[in-house]
């Protein structure tokens, strides 16, 4: 990557490291109990499933993190620009090779017709979550699943400006075209904007939990 484009780089670590807390402080709950979430699903009682071997990975399933695409951007910006996505995996294979080993597998067997099914995990999946920190791709930092929106739009009465479209939550994919193809002074600008509304969405759900005495937002709507 190009000294002259090195800023592009740490932009992208940069908003990752805003999002990893929230994560950790609102929505992990959802991750580490996916197959129960996946349960308030309208097509839940076709896929349900028994885990026989392994971690069900939920979103962390093979290939997930290295999907470079931002969905919903114009053709010239639906892609990660491609000096992040160098940097990035450069970076990436330094920490996996200090981790250890990661992936691995896992098999279930589907209610509907007995099948049993046999899958892989995300390369960077380990036994202790994900080996990432601030390399995460887009996907990882971008989807959340249709019961997580559906809470947090409960937490923010309906709000879907702030927490984002279907398929861009916190208008994530849009910031990270802005990142990838924008001037350095309209990169400040974007990345200030959504530390702003993280920062409110992470206030609505702090006093939702406060006033309802609940420890995490996955205890009251699960």
């Not at 896929?47 to 931002?70: K, N, Q, T, W």
């Not at 940097?87 to 992936?103: D, F, I, M, N, T």
């Not at 691995?104 to 099948?115: C, L």
């Not at 969405?201 to 006033?211: I, N």
């Amino acid at each position: 990557m190009s000294v002259t484009n090195e800023w592009r780089f740490t932009a992208y670590k940069e908003l990752v490291g805003y999002l990893n807390p929230f994560f950790s402080s609102f929505l992990g709950d959802y991750c580490r109990n996916c197959q129960k979430v996946i349960g308030r699903l309208p097509e839940a009682a076709e896929e349900s499933i028994d885990l026989l071997e392994g971690v069900y990975p939920g979103c962390c399933h093979r290939g997930a993190g290295d999907i470079f695409r931002l969905e919903g951007e114009k053709s010239e910006r639906a892609s990660l620009a491609s000096e992040i996505v160098i940097a990035l995996q450069c970076e990436r294979r330094r920490k996996v090779q200090l981790s250890g080993v990661a992936g691995g597998s896992y098999s279930f067997r589907r209610h509907r017709d007995g099948a049993v099914v046999k899958g892989a995990h995300c390369c960077y999946f380990a036994e202790q979550g994900c080996l990432l920190g601030d390399l995460k791709g887009p996907l990882c930092i971008n989807f959340i699943c249709p019961p997580m929106r559906s809470d947090l739009l409960v937490v923010c009465a309906g709000d879907d400006c702030l927490v984002g479209p279907e398929h861009d939550f916190l208008f994530i994919y849009r910031s990270l075209a802005i990142i990838s193809y924008d001037d350095q002074a309209e990169v400040e600008r974007d990345l200030a904007l959504f530390r702003r509304r993280l920062q409110t969405l992470a206030d609505k759900c702090r006093a939702f939990m406060t006033e309802r005495r609940v420890q995490s937002l996955y205890d009251f709507f699960n």
